[in-house]
């Protein structure tokens, strides 16, 4: 049951008492005065307030000092929030004097309580919203009875397909971003949407995690890229026009809260790895990459550390760059001419010569373009190219 705090009330009557020379009692549903603008009075018990919560009349009004037990002439209303009496206040003097300031009086504490009920509540709500925020992206510290109990109170369901997004904004106000991604039509009361980092640090990107819920229907596996660009389109029109700098990492796609840190994962290790010239990275599309990464590099020491010590320096540092810039194009070496800013012929030059030095033809033959590769993530992973 909703109560008047003392702290609270103490806290109406002296901004009240700025605009008014009246004296202000504010009582709880006991019957005693909680605050008063005299001191003296705190503290002792009121008689009318009783009175009043514990019958149907909303108003008592006193002519009298001596009418009833440590009353004083005045105008005492119930404080009532929906059906709840939570407690009265008064205003002391000659009730046809006071009566319209005591009404006034009234309705701004019933409003005073209930706007800080609301921003309590959207308080609870918001630590709710960031413990659930930390299950679910904490892999195997979440207690999943919790994490669904918290679901619940925020009116997530568990039931649906969710996709993670990490959306990272080298420049622009983050807040104002999310407020425009959530009055997008396609932004839905189950999409789990928030700002993960704080932005206040410029030096740290800052960053957005969504959880979108996805459509229940056999041609989602197939259309959900282009779902994601309709949800995402009014925001993107947004942060061009505004000439901010966005990168958005496509996790996978999950069911069930204790697997979302999953997504997550998969957003950041493209963040971590994927090096690209597009604004929108999708997990589903470098998945052999991240197969590969998974390998440890122990085994790929035994298999592959002599090729570290045997190839030269300069060798090494030309096959990195060019098998970045293939993997990163799905081998159109073209493309991966331009994304080096070569001319085709010296790509091409390149390639022959990992061609010859490691005799594989990885344009033509799956194996060799899987050692490559292997070859490729081993390298990387020492830290020196």
């Keep these: 049951m909703v109560t008047i705090e003392a702290e609270f009330a103490k806290r109406f009557i002296e901004r009240f008492s700025e ?16 605050a008063s603008r005299d001191p003296s009075r705190v503290g002792t018990y009121h008689d009318a307030t009783y009175q009043i919560i514990h019958s149907s009349s909303n108003v008592l009004e006193t002519y009298s ?64 919203k960031e413990k659930f925020i930390q299950m679910l992206t904490s892999e195997g510290q979440a207690d999943i009875s919790e994490l669904r109990s918290i679901a619940a109170q925020l009116n ?94 496509v996790g996978s796609i999950q069911q069930g809260f204790g697997r979302y840190c999953h997504a997550y994962e998969h957003c950041k290790w493209l963040e971590r790895n994927i090096n690209t010239k597009s604004h929108a990275i999708f997990f589903y599309d470098h998945i052999g990459e991240y197969t590969d990464s998974l390998l440890p590099m122990r085994e790929l020491q035994h298999a592959l550390g002599e090729y570290d ?10 096959f990195m760059e060019t098998m970045d810039a293939a993997l990163n194009t799905n081998w159109n070496l073209k493309a991966a001419a331009d994304r080096l800013y070569i001319h085709k012929n010296t790509m091409m030059y390149r390639y022959q010569k990992i061609k010859d030095r490691l005799n594989v033809d990885p344009l033509n033959s799956r194996s060799d373009r899987r050692f490559v590769e292997a070859l490729y993530y081993y390298l990387k992973g020492l830290g020196r190219y």
């Design 65 to 128: 000092d001596s009418d009833l037990p440590g009353v004083k002439a005045g105008v005492n209303s119930v404080v009532q929030i929906g059906s709840d009496r939570i407690g009265v206040v008064g205003v002391t003097g000659h009730p046809d004097q006071v009566r319209p300031i005591a009404l006034i009086i009234r309705i701004a504490l019933e409003e005073m309580v209930q706007y800080e009920l609301k921003a309590e509540d959207q308080r609870i709500k918001r630590s709710q």
């Design 156 to 249: 997530y369901s568990e039931s649906y397909h969710r996709i993670a997004l990490l959306c990272r904004f080298e420049t622009g106000d983050i807040e104002e971003i999310l407020r425009i991604l959530k009055s997008s039509p396609l932004h839905t009361k189950e999409d789990i949407s928030f700002v993960l980092n704080d932005p206040g640090d410029r030096d740290i990107p800052a960053h957005l995690l969504i959880f979108k819920t996805l459509p229940e229907n056999e041609t989602v596996l197939s259309d959900y890229k282009y779902l994601i660009g309709e949800y995402l389109s009014q925001s993107l029109r947004h942060l061009r026009e505004h000439d901010i700098r966005f990168l958005i990492y």
């Design 19 to 34: 605009y008014t020379a009246y004296n202000i009692n504010v009582m709880d549903q006991r019957g005693m005065i909680i």
């Design 309 to 318: 010590s045997i190839l030269e320096d300069r060798f090494k540092k030309s």
